[in-house]
């Protein structure tokens, strides 16, 4: 499996921005998809997750509200739209797939793609 991340950049404080990551590989079904971020000196942590087939996705709670995580089975890409978006965001945000069933922790994540930078401004 192949993760490719796209679309972080420098917004102000309130603004959207909408990443996107685009996989390749065999049985993506059978993966949950996640995205982490990573800000500086701190550890990567989980912000969103979901299935490709759909169910209710996961959201830590301080972006409950102001972030989307979807999943688009046509397209083999997975979104996160963020909206609200505050200086605590800025973070390396990452994309990574995990084997269907199994814990979403940054230790245990089966794939990565690279990371894209996010920066939010005041």
């Known amino acids: 499996v192949q993760l490719q991340a796209s679309g972080g950049g420098l917004v102000q404080s309130g603004g959207s921005l909408k990443l996107s990551c685009a996989a390749s590989?065999?049985?993506?079904?059978?993966?949950?998809m996640a995205w982490f971020r990573q800000a500086p000196g701190q550890e990567r942590a989980l912000v969103a997750a979901?299935?490709?087939?759909?169910?209710?996705?996961y959201y830590v709670d301080s972006v409950k509200g102001r972030f989307t995580i979807s999943a688009d089975n046509a397209k083999n890409t997975v979104a996160l739209q963020m909206n609200s978006l505050k200086q605590e965001d800025t973070a390396v945000y990452y994309c990574?797939?995990?084997?269907?069933?199994?814990?979403?922790?940054?230790?245990?994540?089966?794939?990565w793609g690279e990371g894209t930078l996010v920066t939010v401004s005041s």
């Open positions: 990574a797939a995990v084997g269907s069933g199994k814990y979403i922790r940054a230790r245990d994540m089966d794939y």
């Open positions: 590989g065999p049985t993506l079904s059978s993966y949950t």
């Open positions: 979901v299935g490709w087939s759909g169910g209710q996705p």
